[in-house]
């Protein structure tokens, strides 16, 4: 059984940093894409970031990109994403998903399996 754990949310000002981490178990984690979603209160879940398998690419939201960075390391099965620069608006739960292949793709229903989530605040 494939399990995620998310962690690093939290409380923290406009234009700081947090990095969320993502443990991975119970599949082969260096075959398979891995992506970032979020949801805010009241909106739909949306994509934020995706990495392939190898890491070799990355895909990003419009609203993150230059500001997030999304990686990995296989050795220890866990994704990482980066956010700096944080605003207000990237206020929501967040979610580490592993994909059904080693490619990218932005779309929710792709992804097999999800973490439970992790609460990031941005305060203004």
């Known amino acids: 059984q494939v399990h995620l754990v998310e962690s690093g949310g939290g409380l923290v000002q406009a234009g700081g940093s947090l990095r969320l981490s993502c443990a991975a178990s119970g599949r082969t984690f260096s075959t398979y894409a891995m992506g970032w979603f979020r949801q805010a209160p009241g909106k739909e879940r949306e994509f934020v970031a995706a990495?392939?398998?190898?890491?070799?690419?990355?895909d990003y939201a419009a609203s993150v990109k230059g500001r997030f960075t999304i990686s990995r390391d296989n050795a220890k099965n866990t994704v990482y994403l980066q956010m700096n620069s944080l605003k207000p608006e990237d206020t929501a739960v967040y979610y580490c998903?592993?994909?059904?292949?080693?490619?990218?793709?932005?779309?929710?229903?792709?992804?097999?399996?999800w973490g439970q989530g992790t609460q990031v605040t941005v305060s203004s």
């Open positions: 990495i392939s398998w190898s890491g070799g690419r990355t």
């Open positions: 998903a592993t994909g059904q292949g080693p490619h990218t793709f932005t779309a929710s229903s792709w992804y097999a399996y």
